[in-house]
């Protein structure tokens, strides 16, 4: 990726955290209505992984704030679905949903201090969600590049394909909206 193509991704991030922010603070829905023909994909998506994996466990775990793993997952999906339909961008739907419902697959409660994978869990979940994902379902390379990348730019390598730059983004979105607005 080149650096003009960087720049860009960054502030339309920022540019996007910052509507993100001002719609909650305002009461306005962010980035449109919610659009039921997409949460039905994912809920079909998330139902047939649910049956072969172990994503249940997800549901145990805390994220941010009250929200669960897998709600934060879930919201994630929602968001980039939002996202890639505002922006108008072609995508494959099918491998950003999967990722973006798999990007926080670590199977482990983070919070935890006792925890020897607490101290550098923003560093290290995703190659252990990458691993788990890979254990339990076959991957594209998309959904590869999705998990992880997703944590781009604390983990430094950029994302590679724009399925997995809208779900970094969406995460962002989603992390911030949990901490401020759902303790």
């Avoid at 994630?76 to 697959?105: C, E, P, Q, T």
């Avoid at 990348?149 to 995460?171: Q, S, T, Y």
Wanted: hydrophobic content about 45%; overall charge positive; aromatic content about 10%.
């Amino acid at each position: 990726m080149n650096k003009i193509n960087f720049l860009n991704y960054f502030f339309l991030t920022i540019a996007i955290l910052f509507a993100i922010s001002y719609t909650k603070l305002t009461g306005v829905v962010a980035l449109g209505k919610q659009n039921t023909h997409n949460t039905a994909i994912i809920h079909k998506i998330a139902a047939e992984m649910l049956d072969s994996s172990r994503l249940h466990q997800t549901k145990t775990f805390m994220q941010h704030g009250k929200i669960s793993v897998f709600a934060h997952c879930v919201s994630v999906a929602a968001m980039s679905i939002k996202i890639a339909n505002f922006l108008k961008l072609n995508v494959d739907k099918k491998s950003l949903i999967r990722g973006a419902l798999l990007h926080d697959y670590f199977l482990y409660d983070w919070h935890d201090t006792n925890n020897k994978y607490h101290r550098l869990h923003g560093f290290t979940h995703p190659s252990t969600a990458l691993k788990n994902a890979s254990q339990d379902f076959e991957l594209s390379h998309k959904e590869k590049d999705i998990i992880v990348h997703h944590m781009f730019p604390l983990v430094p390598i950029p994302p590679k394909c724009r399925e997995a730059w809208i779900v970094c983004l969406a995460d962002k979105i989603c992390a911030l909206d949990e901490t401020l607005f759902h303790r």
